[in-house]
């Protein structure tokens, strides 16, 4: 199957500052990249749509000047997480979507906000 | 609009059967299915597209019956591998290529 990379895969990361985590879609392009949230034991919550070389589309409840997105190219996209809070700590999961309509995740990445 | 699975959780013994609905309120264009180890980020299973369709690999198979906007994944002589949590996506018709996740059904496989 399709493959999807995110890094970093954990951070760790002091109350205020910002981190960015990029995702990429290493054998396919993909027009459409979608980032998620998971607290532990809980279901995936979609956070935005990222389509490349446009803005972003959040959520409903998603704050788009705290988690910007930025769809630089068919193969990348990036969160960054601004002024980070504990609140923020989280497993984010990027996923992209091929010419299939398959949406294919990414590893993850676990924030810990300290 | 979530999609709603049940069951919550289910426990089988290996070779055991076990089947995990997903129901929606809205109408769906497709019905995606994932599992999750813990830990690890969800790994596609199968997507159904079409009314009607049936799909399946191994012992693991799905249907996805458009009227009535449900899908029901279907595990046969369940292995220990196949422990985890399982979820279904839904597309609904209207959404633009986003699929929402229902909230999951942790499965436990006892040798």
């Known amino acids: 199957g399709a493959v999807v990379s995110q890094h970093p895969s954990r951070v760790i990361c002091k109350s205020g500052t910002s981190v960015k985590i990029e995702c990429r879609s290493l054998d396919f392009q993909a027009t459409t990249m979608f980032w998620y949230r998971q607290f532990p034991k809980k279901s995936l919550m979609l956070m935005a749509t990222?389509?490349?070389?446009?803005?972003?589309?959040?959520e409903q409840g998603v704050e788009k000047d705290k988690f910007l997105i930025n769809h630089a190219s068919l193969t990348l996209s990036t969160l960054t997480v601004t002024s980070a809070h504990p609140e923020d700590s989280s497993f984010y999961i990027c996923s992209a979507r091929e010419a299939g309509n398959r949406q294919y995740f990414g590893p993850g990445t676990r924030l810990t906000v300290t | 609009q979530q999609p709603v699975q049940s069951p919550q959780a289910v426990i089988l013994r290996e070779g055991e059967d076990a089947v995990i609905n997903c129901s929606s309120s809205k109408a769906l264009y497709s019905v995606h299915w994932y599992r999750q180890k813990h830990g690890e980020a969800p790994v596609f299973l199968m997507i159904l597209l079409k009314g009607g369709e049936q799909k399946g690999h191994d012992k693991i198979s799905a249907s996805f019956n458009e009227k009535k906007q449900q899908s029901s994944l279907y595990l046969t002589a369940s292995q220990l591998s196949y422990s985890g949590t399982y979820f279904c996506?839904?597309?609904?018709?209207?959404?633009?290529?986003?699929?929402?996740f229902g909230k999951g059904t942790r499965l436990h496989i006892l040798p």
């Open positions: 990222s389509n490349e070389g446009s803005k972003a589309t959040y």
């Open positions: 996506g839904t597309e609904q018709w209207d959404r633009d290529d986003k699929i929402i």
